[in-house]
């Protein structure tokens, strides 16, 4: 899993640098089960991946993502991270969370992210 992870974190770079989805829906099998906090529904497969993703990058103008802590299992990760950017309106944020990869270390088979909602629901608040 430490390989499949660093990968995913190289991919989740890509994606925040350049909005190129395409390194981290090539990571999900094709029954991947995605979620996040706050979401009631969950996205599934590889095009699932690609809608998550993508939803997900839309939100901001600009994100940078540090890995506070990682820990990789053999089956799977959990990864602490903070973020921060601008949104799309281009108001500050900041936030913080972990996101927990479940895989075979070739693909990522689920993934689940939590994270402080409240962040979003008072943007002028910095987390």
Do not use: C
């Not at 699932?48 to 993508?54: H, K, N, S, T």
């Not at 281009?90 to 075979?104: A, I, K, R």
């Not at 992210?113 to 629901?121: K, N, W």
């Amino acid at each position: 899993m430490e390989e499949l992870t660093s990968k995913f974190v190289d991919a989740l770079a890509q994606l925040h640098e350049n909005r190129d989805v395409g390194p981290l829906q090539e990571l999900f099998t094709d029954d991947a089960i995605l979620t996040k906090a706050g979401v009631p529904h969950e996205q599934h497969g590889r095009d699932g991946a690609q809608v998550f993703w993508e939803d997900y990058r839309n939100v901001f103008d600009t994100i940078e993502s540090t890995f506070e802590n990682t820990v990789t299992e053999p089956e799977t990760a959990f990864l602490e991270w903070k973020s921060h950017g601008t949104l799309r309106d281009g108001t500050d944020f900041s936030y913080d969370g972990v996101s927990v990869l479940e895989g075979d270390g070739q693909a990522i088979t689920a993934f689940r992210t939590y994270y402080d909602t409240a962040a979003f629901l008072n943007v002028d608040r910095h987390v």
